[in-house]
């Protein structure tokens, strides 16, 4: 069970350390390699994803993931920017599906920003599609405006786009998923005004044709985000593109408390995967150690999960995560009065002592 382990940027190795920790003290053989990357890989290599990063990731049965990007590399060319350094893993290992499960703690309803009946049992699934997109469609750039009334002016430009095969294959995961929880799919598009997403619809209802068991429904992206803060509980699996899954899974992890709850797993077609919190880098409250490192272990126990099928492991930690809820212990993002407020190291210790 050989893991890449790739901190990153800002809080990366400070919640990478503590979910390093839990992997150690479980009594498995794994063998763990860490590797520069983002800004870190910048820094140290003239490049966010350095070959050597990217030959272990590739080499390895999984990789655990902090988060990348740092403010002082904003001014680089694109290609440089530490952020370039997740796309490119998650292109280069096809990792096409990202699973964000949003799941609410019963510990946490009054750090939820939704009143606690309307969140209490939350357990949803949003499926991302993670390759495709705006974010990695071709051309772009910023060219002179070829048309309109600003025609000879400068303009920025991207292309979305999704192949059929794209849309099949993550249409497959989320019936799959479904069939495993609550047996309905909620696909999420723009069908109304974009070509890409009526495109997504037709491509969906199709493959909807092999799955009689689930139930279809289809919504437009604007009425979703709404629907998550309405009613959230009425989705089970919720299926969209890049840019979309991308800002409905944060909108999500508030529900759940905390941006520092959201785990995810990034699969490939046979489950080889990157394991990663939903969130970035958090500059703002890096080096303070008060980041929530909650996400990253229960991506930890994602990777057992899928990579590995340690399924009674995965259990362990996320036994191990209620129970140091249920002690009342709380990062800054989670605390409300009459918890106890700890710190990122803090919170790792707790879950190891807590995995029994
Ligand atoms: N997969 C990745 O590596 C991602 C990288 N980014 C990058 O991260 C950098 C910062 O981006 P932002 O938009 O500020 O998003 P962010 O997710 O890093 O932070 C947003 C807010 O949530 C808080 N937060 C995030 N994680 C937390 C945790 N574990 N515990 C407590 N609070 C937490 C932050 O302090 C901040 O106030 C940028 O360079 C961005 O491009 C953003 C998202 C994902
Ligand atoms: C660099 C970004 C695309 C990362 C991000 O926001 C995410 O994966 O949620
Ligand atoms: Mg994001």
């Not at 080499?59 to 060319?77: I, M, P, Q, R, T």
């Not at 489950?271 to 929530?292: F, M, R, V």
Request: aromatic content about 6%.
């Amino acid at each position: 069970m050989k893991i890449a382990i790739l901190p990153g940027d800002g809080i990366g190795p400070e919640i990478m350390a503590q979910a390093v920790k839990v992997l150690n003290v479980l009594g498995e053989q794994f063998d763990m390699e860490t590797a520069d990357v983002g800004g870190a890989g910048y820094a140290a290599h003239g490049h966010p994803l350095p070959p050597a990063t990217l030959a272990l990731a590739k080499s390895a049965d999984a990789v655990l993931f902090g988060a990348v990007g740092d403010f002082k590399y904003d001014s680089l060319e694109r290609s440089l920017r530490p952020e370039q350094a997740i796309l490119g893993l998650r292109k280069e290992l096809g990792l096409f599906a990202n699973l964000r499960p949003a799941i609410l703690y019963p510990e946490l309803a009054g750090a939820s920003t939704l009143k606690p009946e309307v969140v209490s049992g939350l357990d949803i699934l949003i499926i991302r599609e993670l390759t495709g997109d705006v974010y990695f469609g071709k051309p772009r750039g910023v060219r002179e405006c070829p048309d309109g009334p600003f025609k000879g002016e400068r303009e920025g430009f991207d292309t979305m786009r999704y192949a059929e095969p794209e849309i099949r294959r993550i249409a497959h995961v989320a019936f799959q998923a479904a069939q495993k929880r609550g047996k309905r799919v909620t696909s999420v598009d723009k069908a109304n005004v974009l070509e890409t997403f009526q495109f997504w619809r037709d491509i969906v209802t199709d493959v909807h044709k092999e799955y009689p068991d689930i139930e279809l429904d289809h919504m437009y992206v604007d009425n979703a985000a709404m629907q998550l803060v309405r009613a959230p509980k009425k989705f089970d699996v919720m299926v969209t593109g890049n840019l979309f899954g991308d800002i409905l899974s944060d909108c999500a992890a508030m529900l759940t408390g905390s941006i520092g709850m959201l785990p995810s797993a990034s699969l490939d077609a046979s489950n080889k995967g990157l394991y990663e919190p939903s969130h970035g880098s958090a500059p703002d409250i890096a080096g303070k150690g008060i980041a929530n490192p909650l996400a990253t272990i229960l991506s930890a126990a994602m990777m057992l999960r899928f990579s590995f099928g340690k399924t009674e492991q995965a259990d362990r930690i996320e036994n191990a995560v209620k129970k140091v809820l249920a002690q009342g212990l709380r990062t800054g993002d989670i605390f409300e009065a009459g918890t106890t407020r700890v710190g990122t190291e803090e919170m790792g210790n707790a879950v190891v002592k807590a995995l029994g």
